[in-house]
């Protein structure tokens, strides 16, 4: 089994099967005012490519580590600040979770490359080589090579996260914490900075994209 960390929107419950996700409906990205429609409308194609390649639009975007869930600078702020969701704890067993690439999403959802590590402070002189070599990676392909990217044999630390059925009770996942009936949080220690401190020695095994571990092509 494997814990997990969901945002979900207030008024459903992972408990009661007879509902279902509403992803476009409640999505930052669709909704957010500052955000263009050019930035929507491709936003709202990368979910159903996705929503294609899986089967259905029945998924919950997961977490697979705490610290990032409930990161001050960017989960809380996003989600339960903005969004006024609630956060859902579960137990998965491994063969029920897919397991997916934060960068290639990010590039199929916004077009842009987003570096998810900041290993300047650690690896400076590595720096410059890691973004270029990262960029280079991902701005030449294209939509299906994006998407054909994305799913992961296994998990990458920092890099991808994951993706699970809903209804979860038909999946065999437990739910550990249920924010409606338990609170809207339970953290005692919310994160003020991006958790995730790579050792350099992590840095080769990790960078560029095209050495990555968690896929089959590699």
Same mark, same amino acid.
């Given at each position: ?30 909704? %957010? =005012?500052?955000?263009?429609? +050019?930035?929507?409308?491709?936003? #709202? ?6 929503? @294609?390649?899986?089967?259905?639009d029945q998924i919950l975007w997961c977490f697979t580590q705490y610290e ?8 809380i702020k996003e989600f339960e600040e903005i969004r006024g969701c609630l ?35 650690? %690896? =400076?002189?590595?720096?410059? +080589?890691?973004?270029?070599?990262? #960029? ?6 294209? @939509? ?75």
């Amino acid at each position: 089994m494997m814990r997990l960390w969901t945002w979900q929107n207030p008024d459903f419950s992972l408990a009661n099967k007879q509902q279902k996700v509403q992803s476009l409906e409640y999505s930052y990205y669709l909704n %957010a =005012p500052t955000i263009s429609k +050019k930035a929507k409308e491709r936003h #709202k194609v990368a979910y159903q490519k996705v929503w @294609e390649r899986l089967g259905t639009d029945q998924i919950l975007w997961c977490f697979t580590q705490y610290e990032v869930a409930v990161n001050k600078l960017s989960s809380i702020k996003e989600f339960e600040e903005i969004r006024g969701c609630l956060l859902w704890e579960l137990d998965a067993p491994e063969d029920k979770i897919i397991r997916y690439c934060n960068a290639a999403w990010e590039c199929l959802r916004s077009g842009k490359p987003n570096h998810p590590f900041d290993v300047k402070e650690f %690896a =400076p002189d590595k720096w410059d +080589k890691i973004v270029k070599d990262f #960029k280079e990676y991902w701005k030449g392909k294209n @939509e299906q090579q994006l998407l054909g990217a994305m799913f992961l044999d296994k998990f990458v630390n920092g890099c991808s996260e994951a993706i699970v059925f809903h209804p979860v009770e038909e999946c065999s996942i437990r739910i550990e914490k249920n924010p409606i009936t338990e609170g809207r949080w339970w953290c005692d220690n919310v994160q003020k900075r991006f958790p995730y401190k790579l050792r350099s020695s992590e840095v080769k095994e990790i960078m560029p994209c095209a050495q990555c571990p968690g896929r089959a092509e590699n």
